[in-house]
Nanobody
């Protein structure tokens, strides 16, 4: 299976921006839906955004208009551009794709902390 490694997290002030990257160990060309999830302390892991091979995207209501997901199949990389960050965006962000039925492959996550 293709492994995923996230990077780009860090500490940023409210209103700032970060760009997360998800580098795959192999080709993502045949992986239809790549996605970003996030998990804040004490909360469940929730979908942030997803993108298909044809460029169709889905966003959580809380990030619409602020976050943009994209993918570069030639570089086997998925990105999450995050603008106008808010303290409530603080979480560990995970890159993922569906594997066999009922399971997903996850990266190790990258911490995003937004200070007020």
């Amino acid at each position: 299976q293709v492994q995923l490694v996230e990077s780009g997290g860090g500490l940023v002030q409210a209103g700032g921006s970060l760009r997360l990257s998800c580098a795959a160990s192999g080709s993502i060309f045949k992986i239809n839906a790549m996605a970003w999830y996030r998990q804040a302390p004490g909360k469940q892991r929730d979908l942030v955004a997803s993108i298909t091979n044809t460029g169709n995207t889905i966003y959580a209501d809380s990030v619409k208009g602020r976050f943009t997901i994209s993918r570069d199949n030639a570089k086997n990389t998925v990105y999450l551009q995050m603008n106008s960050l808010k303290p409530e965006d603080t979480a560990v962000y995970y890159c993922t794709y569906p594997y066999v039925v009922g399971s997903r492959v996850w990266g190790q996550g990258t911490q995003v902390t937004v200070s007020s």
